[in-house]
């Protein structure tokens, strides 16, 4: 008995009070790239307070308010590109554990015969650390380069190393001034374009956790929906958000690539199916679940490719560019009618012509603004996906350190890799 009771003491409560602390109180993170420099750099392990935007509740999705991030915070939020749970399927999937270097796990409650039930999400859900540019109600917009929101141009921290001479007509140079959904807003699709549309769904499944929202596209001719209808020259310009599009045709078309440069033109067959499947979930399996990969314990690995929503603006164009060609033809009575793509957002099935927001919705965008994949390219988070505010600096290590931790005997390494000066720092000061 005297035993158990140290045990307790020593050991059971230590740790329960630590749980409690992580899950409730305080999130550690890692800073993986430079798309936050130069405020925070690659290599920063950081803190965030995870209570000052509200203290989550235990097996729920609600939070206990306290206040709500402002324009100008640096935020960690869930990265809304990816399911929160395997094949986006919450009735099917239980989440066990995040073991925070080797990811996510989870218990599959319908695993086929022979399959591993123990599911490893080794590389999400993924959080993202972010600037707030924007808030529900305020306007954003980019013109080469320059943020401006509500139609000031805004001076952002961060013009770092990587900053870009030549500018283009990518999201990273360019947006056209959206508004930020506000709370109640009720939003009709008949008024939006695809890619605005995609966002809007994107917005939808992070506030509706429980509810399976799919994008459906089609496209039809004469009346007739086409089933696998297969572009003969689609034309995308090369940018570096468009390689699940740019690999897909070139490994379609065996085009082996030489000499490209961004803003460059390539063209080759694409089938629609390719938009279908991504526009349904907004992304696709990484790992063919008919061959399972084995992972960490005997589990099974998953992982996903996102989808970036511009790429629904290429198909635009590319049907666009279909009929300009039947047009070409209309002298020929037999010429065919042109084609007509459609699309209808469905919730668990059923379509749905408008939504009304739930909560207040973000707009965020990394420091080193011309290397940041954020909300220029995958829309905006709602607060149900904001986890914490960064609050401080607790260690740093050069980005190229030797150091390995499995590895004792790079450790001598430490005192010249570690950068001393960026300890301690409070993330709002810097």
Request: glycine residues 6%; proline residues 6%; contains cysteine.
């Amino acid at each position: 008995m005297k035993l158990i009771k140290v045990f307790v003491r020593e050991f059971a409560i230590p740790i329960a009070t630590a749980l409690v602390v992580i899950a409730l109180a305080i999130q550690a993170f890692k800073i993986p790239t430079g798309s936050m420099e130069n405020t925070l750099y690659e290599g920063d392990f950081l803190l965030g307070l995870k209570f000052i935007y509200g203290v989550p509740v235990p097996f729920t999705n609600s939070k206990i308010p306290f206040s709500k991030p402002d324009v100008g915070d640096v935020v960690i939020f869930r990265y809304p590109g990816e399911p929160e749970y395997p094949d986006y399927d919450r009735n099917r999937y239980t989440h066990l554990a995040n073991a925070l270097m080797l990811g996510n796990f989870f218990w599959d409650n319908e695993a086929p015969a022979g399959n591993p039930k123990l599911i490893h999400y080794a590389d999400g859900p993924k959080d993202y650390i972010k600037r707030c540019v924007a808030k529900s109600g305020q306007t954003v917009a980019l013109k080469d380069g320059k943020l401006f929101l509500d139609g000031e141009e805004q001076i952002l921290k961060g013009k770092s190393k990587h900053t870009e001479k030549s500018r283009g007509n990518s999201p990273r140079d360019y947006l056209k001034e959206i508004k930020v959904p506000e709370l109640g807003e009720t939003i009709s699709f008949d008024t939006l374009s695809t890619h605005s549309l995609w966002w809007i769904r994107s917005l939808m499944v992070q506030e509706m956790p429980d509810s399976l929202v799919e994008l459906q596209i089609s496209l039809t001719q004469n009346g007739q929906e086409l089933q696998d209808y297969v572009f003969e020259n689609f034309r995308v310009p090369v940018e570096n958000h468009k390689y699940l599009l740019i690999n897909s045709i070139f490994s379609k078309n065996r085009i082996v690539p030489q000499g490209l440069q961004i803003g460059d033109t390539i063209s080759g067959e694409m089938n629609l199916n390719f938009f279908r499947k991504f526009a349904r979930t907004g992304f696709l399996t990484r790992y063919n679940p008919n061959f399972p990969q084995k992972s960490l314990f005997g589990s099974r690995l998953v992982g996903y490719d996102a989808f970036d929503g511009s790429q629904l603006e290429d198909l635009e164009a590319n049907v666009e560019f279909e009929n300009s060609q039947l047009d070409s033809a209309a002298l020929d009575s037999l010429a065919p009618p042109p084609l007509i793509l459609k699309w209808q957002i469905t919730v668990n099935g059923k379509p749905v012509q408008q939504y009304t927001v739930k909560d207040e919705v973000y707009f965020m965008m990394g420091d080193n603004r011309d290397n940041s994949l954020d909300s220029r390219y995958w829309g905006f988070v709602s607060s149900r996906n904001i986890k914490a505010k960064a609050f401080i600096i607790y260690y740093s290590l050069e980005e190229k350190s030797k150091v390995e931790l499995l590895k004792p005997w790079t450790w001598i390494y430490l005192p010249v890799d570690i950068r001393w000066r960026r300890i301690a720092r409070i993330i709002h000061m810097i």
